[in-house]
């Protein structure tokens, strides 16, 4: 019930950032993942520079098995990264680089990996 309450709050206060988060984190917990990156989407929507909630949602979506939104969000994770040689890009590449290759799509995954 909680969710649902918390769910309502955040559509009544749409800008509520730091609701939208909470909302996610309680569905996340409660493995109701389409509700979590539903969440995560609208509070990218006021910030949409906050990386961690891009990593997460990518990941969301990669559980989810929803390949397409999975590589639009790790694409603008990729993009959004300041340096290539980073650890969070290698890490970032190597999971588009698995995505691609689970939908047998080999020549995109070595394109993402040079």
């Known amino acids: 019930k909680l969710l649902q309450i918390l769910l309502i709050a955040a559509n009544l206060k749409r800008s509520d950032y730091a609701l939208w988060v909470k909302v996610s984190d309680l569905a996340t917990e409660l493995q109701q993942l389409p509700l979590a990156a539903q969440c995560l989407s609208k509070a990218l929507k006021l910030d949409s520079q906050n ?15 929803n390949w397409k939104k999975a590589i639009g969000s790790y694409e603008q994770l990729r993009q959004a990264l300041p340096d290539d040689s980073s650890n969070d890009y290698v890490e970032v590449c190597k999971e588009l680089a698995r995505i691609y290759h689970i939908q047998s799509d080999d020549d995109q995954a070595i394109n993402v990996l040079q």
Do not use: D, F, G, H
């Open 51 to 65: 990386l961690s909630l891009l990593w997460k949602r990518a990941s969301i979506y990669q559980e989810l098995q």
